[in-house]
């Protein structure tokens, strides 16, 4: 199980913060999805040979956020 932390930007609100959470918590492979508005962070917890970093980061990215 591989931890990362992303650095995510254009959240702002609770909507936001369900997108994120929402489009990475559905990917095959990610374990677990940590978004906070505070720090503008996603903490992701997943699979590297299942699903990977890119593939994480594009789904963040498909929600209208950009990932730093
Ligand atoms: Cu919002």
């Given at each position: 199980?591989?931890?990362?932390?992303?650095?995510?930007?254009?959240?702002?609100?609770?909507?936001?913060?369900?997108?994120?959470?929402?489009?990475?918590?559905?990917?095959?492979?990610?374990?677990?999805?940590?978004?906070?508005?505070?720090?503008?962070?996603?903490?992701?917890?997943?699979?590297?040979?299942?699903?990977?970093?890119?593939?994480i980061?594009?789904?963040?990215?498909?929600?209208?956020?950009?990932v730093?």
């Amino acid at each position: 199980m591989t931890s990362k932390i992303l650095n995510v930007e254009g959240m702002s609100c609770d909507h936001c913060k369900m997108a994120v959470t929402k489009a990475v918590g559905s990917l095959e492979g990610v374990e677990s999805v940590e978004v906070s508005l505070e720090s503008n962070t996603a903490t992701v917890e997943f699979e590297e040979s299942r699903v990977p970093l890119d593939t994480i980061k594009q789904a963040i990215e498909a929600q209208g956020y950009d990932v730093v």
